[in-house]
């Protein structure tokens, strides 16, 4: 098998050291060459991934302002994670969080679930394209030109929402669903406190609800077209279509998407950041643990204390995750069992 | 009975319609408010009711852009070649190592690739201190570099393109050129690559994409603005309130156009790319 062209050229002339290197290599080269295909994912995540992430978990316990160099690093038991625990600043960006994973992951599902049915139902090809094409597009935007967008558009007195709204409640023909807003308008989105989670809300919807309703498309265009043909033979109405067959067929992507509205929805970072202008907005009230974190590791260079947060938003991540494999897969299990 | 179910229908379908409709509205308008605010002058941006369309001071903001930020060309610079090198080094390790775990039989494969799925859970938050930490103990705080090489070989591009291979290259095809004294490298090099070219193009978009955004990995290392990355660039401008709307706009809108331009021409490609990334993440 190894009477191989290159161990005949090494003969010419080679120095001998050169040709034992060769003949070893190709005896020995199928059993270790995949270990040296796969080491730069290995090399490179002792590097970059678990030793920092271990030194992560020493540091929690520790306090220490990265001015100071390795020596200026001080023992201080569960302290940091004791603080963190009656720390209002704390909870309260964890309530920010919390709040924002409903108000913005929600909506998103809501809104896909439905339009990716249609999308899904007997449209024009060119059309489904484009549309798909044009809910897909802000995913792949960067978010900081996203957030400066909205920025104009929730501009206080000529942000184009607000006109937008006053136009509605005081138009005749819409005044009947749009007048109860007129006593607050003009709207100050990202200047008053109550108003800055709904507006960081929007555009995390925006931002997202694309993927959602990508993923989800690609989730229905697998379901069988028997199945929905053997129910309109029945009876059945698209409603009944898209609740009887359609959502509970997707339940398995419908966790899936789900758990990374989760995940990443925890660690909203980029929208608040740039829409309060890196400070968590007035009052706190645009705060996410993640921002927290931030400007407790890079305003305030308290790295332990933001070692500590960093590990007890992961504790808080798997927990969220938990929950709802519990809720959803506990569903999908019953299905199959039936 | 007839006619009445029809009619049935043909409510259900405007509802529909107006749905898709306006949910593509929402989602365009923003888009095109950018383009549209990047022309306007102050005046027309600080008018009710809104100058819905195009005006004629794009120059002139981005005179004005170009004085806020010099820098501005640099960091486009910068944002592509960070861009690039992440795209670059990442198609070869994870090729490199989707082929080896593809193609290959050896001792500890499954606990090894059951490791390497593991560390995608590890969420970025809890990467985000050491990962400042080790860039400043190896000085690469305010170096490009450190913004692609840590992902260079990167879980879930190994995962995709294992996935990838084992479903388009046949084993036996490695026998045959083993048995022509071809090197296990150059199976990969010569053979394997060219082969899954569409494996790489959809690795290859999802990761320049991922780069271009990536806003909190260049927040954290870049500090001069000779080496901002586009995001980070925009951000700076958004504290200076001498700089106008229009200015901030077209930053903005000369950001986005190099990925717009991209998803015109291939957005069912990169749909479908990022379907097949997705797929895995979980």
Redesign the interface.
């Known amino acids: 098998m190894n009477l191989s062209a290159s161990s005949l050229l090494a003969g010419k002339g080679k120095r001998g050291i050169w040709q034992k290197w060769n003949n070893w290599r190709n005896k020995n080269q199928l059993r270790y060459a995949p270990y040296l295909f796969i080491s730069p994912f290995y090399i490179l995540f002792l590097i970059f991934g678990l030793f920092p992430i271990l030194f992560s978990l020493f540091l929690s316990f520790h306090s220490w302002r990265a001015v100071g160099g390795l020596s200026t690093m001080e023992w201080v038991g569960l302290k940091n994670f004791k603080f963190l625990l009656s720390d209002p600043w704390f909870w309260g960006s964890l309530w920010n969080t919390f709040i924002l994973l409903i108000i913005s992951g929600l909506p998103q599902h809501i809104i896909a679930l439905p339009l990716a049915f249609i999308l899904n139902s007997r449209l024009p090809r060119q059309l489904k394209q484009f549309l798909s094409a044009s809910y897909f597009f802000p995913y792949i935007t960067s978010t900081v030109a996203i957030a400066l967008i909205f920025s104009t558009i929730f501009g206080l007195r000529y942000g184009i929402l607000n006109q937008l709204l006053e136009f509605l409640a005081d138009s005749s023909f819409t005044s009947w669903a749009f007048g109860w807003l007129d006593n607050s308008l003009p709207i100050n989105w990202l200047g008053k406190a109550v108003y800055i989670k709904p507006a960081i809300a929007i555009v995390v919807v925006w931002h997202w609800f694309g993927w959602n309703t990508i993923l989800y498309l690609s989730g229905l265009q697998v379901i069988s077209d028997d199945l929905y043909e053997a129910a309109r033979v029945d009876g059945a109405t698209s409603w009944h279509e898209f609740w009887y067959i359609s959502l509970p067929l997707l339940k398995p992507i419908i966790f899936f998407a789900v758990t990374m509205t989760i995940i990443g929805n925890m660690q909203l970072f980029d929208e608040p950041f740039i829409l309060t202008g890196g400070t968590g907005g007035v009052g706190r009230s645009g705060m996410t643990v993640a921002i927290y974190l931030y400007r407790t590791a890079f305003n305030w260079t308290q790295m332990g204390v933001a070692a500590a947060m960093s590990w007890l938003l992961f504790l808080i991540i798997i927990i969220f995750t938990l929950i709802n494999y519990a809720v959803l897969r506990k569903g999908v299990l019953e299905r199959r069992g039936e | 009975m007839k006619i009445k179910r029809k009619l ?1 229908i043909s409510t ?1 379908k405007i509802i ?1 319609y107006f ?2 409709t306006l ?2 509205t ?3 308008f ?2 095109y ?2 383009f549209t ?1 990047a022309t306007q002058s102050p005046p027309e ?6 100058h819905l369309w195009f005006s004629t001071s794009f120059i002139n903001n981005y005179q004005e852009l170009i004085k806020a930020m010099p820098t501005f060309w640099r960091s486009m610079g910068n944002s592509i070649y960070v861009a690039v090198m992440a795209t670059l080094t990442t198609l070869f ?1 994870c090729s ?2 989707g ?3 593809a193609m ?1 039989d ?1 001792k500890y ?1 499954n606990q ?1 690739f059951i490791f ?1 799925i593991a ?1 995608m859970v ?13 860039m ?1 103990w190896l000085g690469w705080l305010d170096k490009l570099r450190a913004l692609y ?2 992902g ?4 879930f591009g ?1 995962f995709l393109l294992r996935q990838y291979i084992a479903s388009a290259v046949p084993r036996e095809l490695m026998d045959a050129a ?2 022509d ?1 071809c ?3 150059r199976i ?1 090099w010569n053979i394997v690559l060219p082969m899954i070219k569409p494996g790489l193009a959809t690795l290859g978009i999802v990761i320049f ?1 991922g780069s ?2 990536n ?2 990995g260049a ?2 290392v870049l500090q001069s603005k000779e080496m901002f990355t ?3 660039a ?2 700076s401008l ?2 200076l309130y001498t700089v106008n ?1 229009g200015a ?2 077209s930053g ?2 000369l ?2 156009l190099p ?2 331009i991209v ?1 015109i021409f291939a ?2 490609n ?2 479908g790319a ?2 097949a990334g ?2 895995l ?2």
Do not use: C
């Not at chain 2, 941006?45 to 809104?50: H, L, N, Q, S, T």
């Open positions: 049935g259900n529909q749905i898709i949910l593509a929402i989602t365009i923003p888009l408010w950018m605010l941006i600080f008018r009710a009711p809104p390790f490199l190592g082929y080896a775990f290959y050896f494969k090894l390497m560390t590890i969420p970025v938050t809890l990467g985000i201190i050491p990962y400042y930490i080790m400043s090489v840590p260079m070989a990167s879980a190994i083993r048995i004294g090197g296990e490298f990969y994409v271009w955004n806003f909190l927040l954290v586009l995001p980070v925009l951000r958004q504290g709307w901030i706009m903005a809108a950001s986005i990925i717009l998803f957005a069912k990169i749909i990022f379907i997705t797929g993440k979980g």
